[in-house]
């Protein structure tokens, strides 16, 4: 019986159906009439030929889109954890933009580790990037000398477990051409610049603040949360390539909400699900109810081409079979000389082409055509030739 | 160590930063310091800016010193008899100008009531935190902030009595309330702006109820008998000017009846207001684009010939006339010159605006709605005594809005009403409404203002007792006969021959791009062409080139500019733009060819 319907209802279904009726017994009628109304919901669930999904997508979006409106709601979170949501970051993840306004992480660590708070602690300061401006109680500038005396927060750097030639090699390394100096057996950094001016002097200071000392460069916090029975790390700032180098973090789990950056890790199925999950995140931080479906075939839409294309005119915008269509977007110039250039035909397949030229667009009621078989070809009385087409 | 700058820029560093700030402001008091030097420490970076630049917004606060107000009974005392003035005030260092950053350190008290030691200055007064137009809403103390924004924007857009020598001004698009009245519930900026003399609204008695449906969604409803006695009837002013100029060589505009032989004569019935002199008379009801002042002007372009023969047939018509869809009496006429010595002719029009369906109407709490009917009188609800509201207002455009005070302003309304005096509803001093409720009370009615209703069609008594009270209603400027708007054909554009753009010149309705993705979301491809076809034309392309070939009717043979007429041409309609677009690409040197197939074969 199921043989007659395995071209008419899919796999995963004919599957679930099996599974469903396998302890009950039925007979052949009450078969018949189940996979019957099986094929007939699933037909009724397709979407019909010349259904414009796109646009259907597009406003799923663009309507409610228009209500988040207002800046100040679009951030959220403590003093610790800022998070860019709303319009900005849906335009953010749409666009595909490399550098992100507020990127995060979510750290998952192992089994070993990961269900002590010390130890979750100690891993967040490993990871948390340290700046001189952390470790120093006090900058003053000397106007005699010309130099900038830092005083050193002595329980910080215990803290952090740091020793002091880490802190005078990445001194050095961060400030080229300064000579840097530890006095006061450890207690105080001196750093005298070449130049003699106050102003140069004054730049130092401030340059020196943001030199990197320790941890995975590009954290700029971290927030150890009890997620379950385990300890998350979640964190300001990205560098997942060498966060998951880490021993103790469990590579399987941990997360970015870069959508490049996961795709360099982890690969195109995995970006795909963070196009999908964050567009999710902020849709429903804002109360709003789009369906899952459009989000993932924009996700799709994006990742088809095995990288990740934006919805702008050098992503996906941009390669539209239609030149019309790409000129309509943006730059038209540009479109149209290089369409020009290289001799490009438009077969008017698309909505916007249609409009432009005042044809009926090919979708819905202007899908469907009128057969008529011709008996031979349409002769115009006056000139003999075949004309009037269309 | 302390960062110090001056104007922006690094001029060094202080040791002890808090003695520094004291004895910097000391002097600045003191007057050995400049005035406009502002101060201002931050302490997230433990640094100390000094601003003596321009252009900062800077304001006047009372300095406080140990829990005490520098400001004295005695000063108070002095001022009023005039013995000092402000400037004094400011010399002795007992007010000072704080700007932006320098008010970031401060600690300011609201009232002198609230001082305590740790305080360092004190408001001139608490409504001064509010703008001018803010402090006129009546108890603006009890509504939330946006809304009070809100409120305080449509009392700019009232109609009002905005001058008293209107009549003889010739301001551009004025409008004019009729009756209008000082306000019973009002703040003491009403006294201090003189609103009283310039005022912009009526006192209406209002009930908060709903009334068939017809005020949903924040749209209200009007007694028919109010407008009629003159709620809310505005005139509208438009001067029409016309001036004669002079061209070069000696030619002139004329003022005057134009000649039947005038290039672009209209017909005479626009012409027939016009007086010997080419000028309406006043008080001459006009509409539809009749003119009001004729005219008419020398040819642009004189050919060798015309250059002598000046006939009336070679001037242009150059009248006036009223403007696209409006109507109007005139109201005066001035005939004068201007700084050039051109003769220069003013027709001012008058139109009266009774209030109908859809005008703007609001109250001073960002309560701002549309007429969505008006109801004759006996059909509107009563009171025990027979009393029939003016408006009916819809209770559910307050609890989400939260304007309190739109409610105590027509319990305050009431309570000035019925005793005959006006209401203090200045914010933070305004009459508590505790002692209105008693006075309410004391007046015969329920003390929260409430009352039976009977419903006027039926006569019945309404279940629910009726919150009515008295409410100050301002008209806004929008108005439905400036909106109305409606085209099937008409002019259209030269370049791109679709129609134009606009109300005031006829214009067509714009299907813009999202509507138009409206129509492909619902897959309506072929009622979106019919849509999109105001500009569609008939093309014949050549098939051997692909460019647009000619079609001489005349002689009846289509052929290819480039090609002869030895190649197969085809007709096609297209959208004109397109045509346009083609046009366009060619010139640029392009070469966009058509590739035409048929849908029907093959």
Redesign the interface.
Known sequence: MIEEYQDKIPAPLLEKYEKLTKDIKLTKEQEKKILERLEKEYSDAKIDP???IG??T??SF?EPGTQMTMKVFHFAGVAEVQVTLGLPRLIEIFDARRTISTPAMEIFLHKDYSEDVKFARNIASQIKETKFREIVS?F??N?LNLQVECELNKKNIRDLKIKDEEITEALNKGLKGINVKLLNKGDTIVLKPNSEE??DV?KLKEKAKEVFIKGVSGITQVLPVKQGNEFVILTAGSNLKDVIKLKEVDESRTKCNNIFEMQEVYGIEAARNTIIEEARKVIQDQGLDIDIRHIMFIADLMTAGGDIKGITRSGITGEKESVLARASFETPIKH?IDA?LIGE?DHLSS?IEN?????????????P??V?K?AGE?KNEKSG?S???? | ?T?LFLNEK?I??VDNSKSFLENLKAERRAGKLPGNLNIFYDDSCDEIYLDSSKGRARRPLIIVENGQSLLTNEHMEKLKKNEMKWSDLVKEGIIEYIDASEEENLYVALKEEEITKEHTHLEIDPIVILGLTASLVPFSNCVQSSRLNRGQKTQKQSLALYLANYHLRNDTDVNLLHYPQAPIVRSFMHDVSKFDEHPGGQNVVVALMSYKGYNMQDSLIINKASIERGFARSTFFRPYISEELRYQGGLVDEIGVPDKEVKGYKSEEDYKYLESDGIIYPEAKVEREQVLIGKTSPPRFLGDMEEFTLAASTRREASTTIRHGERGVVDMVILTENEEGNRLVVAKVRDERVPEVGDKFATRHGQKGVVGAIVPSPDMPFTASGLIPDIIFSPHSVPSRMSISHLMELLAGKVGALSGRQIDATTFAGEKEEDLRKELLSLGFKENGTEKLYNGITGEEYEATIFVGNQYYMKLKYMVANKLHARASGRIQLLTRQPIEGRAKGGGMRLGE?E???F??????????ER??S??TRLHVCESCGLFAVSDDYRGRKFCQRCGSNV????????Y??KL?LDE?KSLG??PKL???????D
């Not at chain 1, 004309?387 to 269309?390: A, D, L």
């Not at chain 2, 197969?568 to 959208?575: G, P, V």
């Not at chain 2, 590739?595 to 074969?601: D, E, F, I, Q, R």
């Open positions: 010349g259904e414009s646009v259907v597009a406003e663009g006090s003053s500038i106007v106050l102003k004054y149209l020009s035909e909505v409009v432009i030229l005042n044809q009926p667009v090919p979708l819905g009621t202007g899908l055509g009128l008529v011709m349409v030739r004309t009037e087409k269309q | 160590m960062d690094y060094g560093e999202m138009k993705d409206c492909v979301a619902h897959g309506a491809s072929l009622l979106l062409k999109f076809d500009d569609k197969e041409i085809t007709t096609i309609e297209l959208s733009a397109f677009l690409l392009f070469y590739k035409l197939k048929s849908k029907y074969t």
